[in-house]
């Protein structure tokens, strides 16, 4: 055990180019031992990884300038909100063909991110600066029989390849994509019978598809503002370019669950909320959802996170959020003739809205309380939100977090809680779907 953590720790070292990663191996073996000398080395390999631009070398330290912070008692608040900052590459898929597997993330990998060794029992490890869930996929070819993806300790994520059989693979990048190649040495053929069992198969799985077969749902996403219209501004940060990063999320998301999305923008331009939702209603959409962060001018501790649908606003809160979001285009439509059509609201689908919303709220809830202690359920408010007017389909708006408020602002920023987000308001809409399934 103690063997194998030195070697970790060697290869740790030799990650990065020159004296940082000796001072980062250094650091990483004083730091239970004396903590305080590890602490100011960590630091002063920050420093050093910053001005050489060394991703991993940024991630490592701050890593272990926050551990080892803990244990002194120091304040790193500081870095923790920089560590929280750093967007790591993350694993969106795999490929095989024939002799080579490719892994894709979904950003590019620099060529000193990541490094490859043997391990016995027939397995290989790429350990790769980079940030997924712990997943194990069965590949079953006679090139790679498993692949493992886990979060690994220090600043690293690690893939395991398990194969058959003794394999030399070579390794590199390309871009954003880890390409994993072998030899060809050591290949045994492989056993005629697994064919066979696997051509057996599809014919009754397609048979038993096409009877279970149910129509795709359609969504549409709207990432609020854009272009000239920032939203919401708060630390620097601006709300129309949250907001568009956690829709493209939930848009991968939700593609991987099978359904059909389109987006209301892909990119930072500017979208009059008319055509936001005239989108919908052509695309024939089963589900319309608008994206946005909120803001208190006055009350800078207000956060939370809320779910709106539209009907007649009651509260002053619901007025107050609403008046923010439909600002940009209020003089195009009074709020006269808005409330006009709030009166003719169909009640069938403010009732099946309102569902939405709940749906949307706990599922956002349940995955961000798994991993913040804080989270404020704002609740599921009724408001006359002009950008959900118009639409012909269950619709709500969902109000991520607060810009105003300084640490939800920077949790908005952080790659991992805008993951949380969007995978619990996908969990959100199947819950709605399942349910609705049942009436
Ligand atoms: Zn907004």
Not at 14 to 43: M, V
Not at 94 to 104: A, M, T
Not at 319 to 338: C, I, L, P
Request: aromatic share 10%; hydrophobic share 35%; charged share 30%.
């Amino acid at each position: 055990m103690v063997s194998r953590l030195l070697v970790l720790l060697l290869l740790v070292s030799t990650y990065l180019s020159g004296g940082i990663d000796d001072d980062l191996a250094k650091a990483d073996r004083l730091s239970k031992k004396d903590p305080t000398t590890a602490f100011n080395i960590y630091k002063k390999a920050y420093h050093q990884s910053k001005k050489v631009k060394s991703k991993s070398g940024v991630y490592h330290s701050l890593y272990g300038i926050i551990s080892t912070g803990r244990v002194l008692k120091k304040n790193v608040k500081q870095y923790r909100n920089s560590f929280s900052m750093l967007n790591l590459p993350e694993y969106k898929k795999y490929r095989v063909s024939g002799e080579k597997l490719v892994i894709e993330f979904d950003r590019n990998l620099g060529k000193k991110d990541f490094r490859s060794f043997p391990l016995k029992n027939n397995r290989f490890v790429i350990d790769i600066y980079g940030d997924f869930n712990h997943k194990t996929i069965r590949v079953n070819n006679k090139f790679v029989k498993q692949i493992t993806l886990a979060k690994y300790k220090t600043a690293l994520a690690r893939i395991v390849l398990r194969s058959n059989n003794k394999r030399q693979y070579k390794v590199s990048v390309w871009k954003n994509k880890l390409i994993v190649e072998t030899d060809g040495k050591n290949t045994l053929p492989q056993k005629k019978s697994n064919t066979k069992i696997i051509e057996n198969k599809p014919n009754k799985q397609t048979l038993y598809k096409k009877k279970k077969k149910v129509k795709t749902k359609v969504i549409v996403l709207d990432a609020g503002h854009g272009g000239r219209d920032s939203g919401a501004v708060g630390y620097g940060y601006k709300e129309k370019n949250v907001v568009l990063s956690i829709s493209k999320r939930l848009e991968k998301e939700l593609k991987s669950r099978g359904y059909k999305v389109y987006m209301t923008r892909k990119r930072d331009r500017y979208v009059r909320l008319k055509n936001r939702t005239s989108m919908a209603n052509k695309k024939k959409a089963d589900l319309f959802i608008s994206i946005h962060a909120n803001a208190s001018p006055i009350r800078r501790t207000a956060r939370g996170l809320e779910v709106y649908f539209l009907s007649p606003a009651k509260t002053a809160r619901a007025k107050r959020a609403a008046a923010k979001e439909n600002a940009y285009e209020m003089n195009e439509m009074g709020w006269k003739s808005q409330k006009m059509f709030l009166n003719f609201l169909n009640r069938e689908k403010i009732i099946t809205s309102n569902k939405l919303a709940i749906d949307l709220q706990r599922g956002m809830l349940d995955k961000l309380k798994k991993s913040y202690s804080d989270i404020r359920d704002g609740g599921v408010r009724k408001g006359p939100f002009w950008v959900l007017v118009g639409a012909q389909m269950p619709a709500a708006l969902v109000e991520v977090g607060y810009m105003s408020n300084k640490k939800e602002c920077l949790r908005l920023q952080n790659s991992h809680y805008q993951r949380l987000v969007a995978k619990g308001m996908a969990d959100g809409i199947d819950r709605f779907f399942i349910n609705s399934r049942r009436h």
